[in-house]
C-alpha cells in the first residue's frame, strides 16, 4: 500500500511538472495541451484520493491508535479540501476564460499545483511513517488463540 501511494505521488508530481511547461508562455497559445493536463490531473487526483479514501484513511482511522486516527483524519480532511479545490478551479477556468485572462489564469494554476505539492509533502512526512509502523505491526507474529479449533485437535 505504501509503495502504491509513492508511485502515486510520484506520478502526480511529473504531471504538475508538465502542467508547469504549459503555463510559461507569456500568452495562451493553445488551450488543448493545457485542457489535457488538466483532466489527466483530474483522473489522477480522483484514482488517488478514492485510493486513499479506500484504502490508506480506513486502516489508518481503524488502527485505533491515537497518532493514526488523528493525523490520518487530519490529512484526509486536507486531501477533500484540496480535492474540492482543484474542482472549482477546473469549473472556474474553462478555455475561454484561461484565453482571455491568461496572466490570472496562471496564478490560479500555479497556486493550484503548490497547494497539490504541499499536501504531497505533507504527506511524506507525516503519512509515510504511520503506514511504515502499520505495516511493520501488521507484520508481528500472533499469539495462538487458545480454545481454537488448531488447538482443541490436540
Do not use: N
Not at 47 to 62: E, P, T
Request: charge should be neutral; charged fraction near 25%.
Amino acid at each position: 500500500m505504501l509503495q502504491q501511494l509513492k508511485t502515486e505521488h510520484r506520478q502526480i508530481l511529473r504531471i504538475m511538472d508538465r502542467v508547469e511547461t504549459t503555463l510559461f508562455p507569456a500568452q495562451c497559445a493553445d488551450v488543448v495541451p493545457i485542457g489535457e493536463a488538466r483532466w489527466e490531473t483530474e483522473y489522477m487526483l480522483r484514482d488517488h484520493f478514492a485510493f486513499k479514501d479506500a484504502f490508506v484513511f480506513r486502516i489508518l482511522v481503524g488502527s485505533g491508535r491515537p497518532k493514526a486516527v488523528v493525523t490520518g483524519r487530519r490529512l484526509q480532511a486536507a486531501g477533500a479540501t484540496i480535492r474540492e479545490a482543484y474542482r472549482s478551479h477546473l469549473v472556474r477556468w474553462d478555455p475561454a476564460d484561461m484565453q482571455a485572462s491568461w496572466a490570472a489564469y496562471r496564478v490560479a494554476s500555479l497556486d493550484m499545483i503548490r497547494q497539490l505539492r504541499e499536501l504531497i509533502e505533507l504527506e511524506q512526512a507525516e503519512l509515510y511513517p504511520l503506514l511504515e509502523t502499520e505495516a511493520a505491526v501488521e507484520r508481528q507474529p500472533q499469539a495462538p488463540i487458545f480454545g481454537s479449533r488448531m488447538t482443541a485437535a490436540r
